[in-house]
DNA sequence: GATGAATGAGGGTTCATTCAT
DNA sequence: TATGAATGAACCCTCATTCAT
């Protein structure tokens, strides 16, 4: 009984990152049944048994990357101090971009289309952001940071990370790096945790030659 | 005749235009050519009239693409100063973003497939990234801007200014701006451009309070 | 007015000719307009200036061929001898074949649809055919030839002729003839002239070595 | 289990059934999968589960009479006396051309478009054809049978035999046979019999009234 | 006459989903 | 559960023919 259940389960994971590969890549419309079945191993009859329907998984899918993402895409607001906050938000976020980049060209397809399906999260979304520039809002009333428009301050460390995920081919053209290897994490994690942190005051520029 | 090449050119026209919407929406696979037809206000019949395949429509709409981005998306080589350069790169690109949007919903989504249809272009965007880095550093070298990593640079204010297109949506909702109002260019614009001239020493910190 | 006139009528060879081709290659249902079109230098709107219907224009060419078959393919009549009209008839048919092999093409394809465009000519072939019988059939009664069956005779004749044309393709294959090379007319018209005069008791059978 | 299996195998075969007689009547252009799924009792999308394209089926259904025919097409080279391989080999392709006419139709219906298919059938059919010939030519050197050309006499028996299957209809017409009647079989071998026999020898030309 | 444009019907094929086993 | 088979709707595209200029 426990092993049925267990290779059941097994199935709806490789299910759900099948899925979650060819959705990224194609978008919803774009993707077949059959393909999703071929990237979980399983027969398109079978898949069909286990999913109600290819818009239904879609949107299970969704819904799965925002909770995941819940915890990830927010400056926290725990006691940090701004400048590990924004270094850990950061990091946090290159090194996610660089290994899961399929959760962003979903999302980013997703944007595309007008975002039909986000409409239960928006709420949730819109609350986080808001938790989020109350954080930084207090940081800058505590003089802890330079005033900084919370909400754009928020978007673009956001856009800047996951850039690296929507546009990885070309970045890889751009910095010449061959497609199978790595990015340097180190370099863009360097270089964007400065953007922002000089943008704020705690990192100052340096000199001019 | 004329009159006759003229309608000829408007439904071209509306081809392409209607082409851009679907398939920056729905990407290739995911765009049918009735809703193309439908888009363009003409048949399916008739639009095969005019183009080759949806495969060849969509190479034509993705090379238009390319061409105009060319003067738009790089630091103009002219000799501008430094700031004037920057702010002028991020005006126009964030204004670009959000009057026509479609252009890089179109260009990500196609980034998401591995861009196989981009093979062609890279030579000429890398090409054309390459100088506009060896701009900066020049003004790096004659101590105009404060040292950057000048690939990453340029690669973040792309990366900035193009998810006010990509992101649309939800920008729309975390700004609180409906549907069809128009997005706040003049507050977009000025934080961009805050970011990134503070980055390179161009602009000073506003003091904390 | 003349100078229209000639020209009307080069286009209509033209079309003639070129759709001959075509049909025979391809069939009725398997030719398009266009391709029709293209073989004969005109637009397919200008062809369709020129006919009525794809249809039609098959069945005149069929009727074409038919009437420049009533004086080619038919034993004559005309007072030769046997040897005489034999030889003579299949020579020209012979050559018939690997000059125009087109027409017999065109026809076997119709045979193989049943031959519903035929209807009408019927008549006119079973009439031509029993002509031909009774003249065989005289030659026999006279003692001029051996007894044959006078239909199958000539249906025996006309079938060797024809597979000249109809198998052009796999003769060469078998013959060792390049594409474009002629066929040995000589060596196929002596061995078939053999067959049938042997048949007929007007040749020896040479003696075994 | 072998309830289902039987079902594909006769669906199969229907298919197969149903395409050759299409195939051969309008060559492979004017053939639609419609028509082929019509006449295998089943629905188009049916059709295409069962095969992957029409061109496929095409392929193979030439393919399956290549090899069908490999075994009646040629003068075997057992050790039968020569009057006795000729009778054979004439009875069973007439005897053929009557009961299985779709496939010298569908042969010379790919003929007349140049063959495009068979290339890989070439050599194996010069191969055999040049193993009867020669049988053929031990036969003339021992004396058996009367000097030949052993390739065009094999083709001639060829073209008598196959005529019956391809022109079938005008066959109909000049013998005054109703559409469903069977063509008198006995009749037409021996005279097609007779024809070769006397060429070789084997037989004597009755002496003329 | 000639031609670019238009169109309704149909072409081959794929697809998400269901069904029977 | 799992899987071959089936299906109706769609998809991309071509075609014979007509129309307007």
Redesign the interface.
């Known amino acids: 009984m426990s092993v049925a259940k267990e290779k059941r389960s097994r199935i709806r994971d490789a299910i759900r990152e099948g899925a979650l590969q060819e959705f ?8 077949s049944t059959q393909a999703i079945a071929d990237a979980a191993g399983i027969t398109k009859a079978q898949l069909h048994y286990y999913i109600s329907s290819k818009e239904d998984l879609y949107q299970e899918i969704l819904g799965h990357i925002f909770s995941e993402w819940r915890s990830l895409f927010f400056i926290s607001s725990s006691g940090d101090d701004p400048e590990t906050a924004i270094r850990d938000y950061i990091a946090r976020k290159v090194r996610h971009a660089l290994e899961h980049p399929e959760f962003s ?1 979903l999302f ?2 997703e ?5 039909p399906e ?1 409409a239960e999260h ?1 709420d949730r ?2 609350a986080a ?1 808001e938790e989020a520039s109350a954080v930084i809002r207090k940081w ?2 505590e ?7 919370p ?3 928020q ?2 460390m ?3 990370t ?2 690296y995920a ?6 890889r ?3 010449g790096v061959a497609p199978q290897a790595p990015l340097d994490a180190g ?2 994690t360097e ?2 945790t ?3 942190l ?4 705690l990192m100052q ?5």
């Open positions: 990224a890549r194609n978008g919803l419309a774009g993707t060209r980013v397809n944007m595309a289309r007008g975002a986000m928006w979304l819109r952001t800058i009333a003089g802890r940071i330079a005033p900084v428009d909400l754009l301050f978007i673009h956001w856009a800047v996951q850039h929507e546009y990885e081919v070309q970045t053209v751009l910095m370099r863009i270089e964007v400065q953007l922002f000089i943008r704020c005051g520029v340096e000199r001019a030659a």
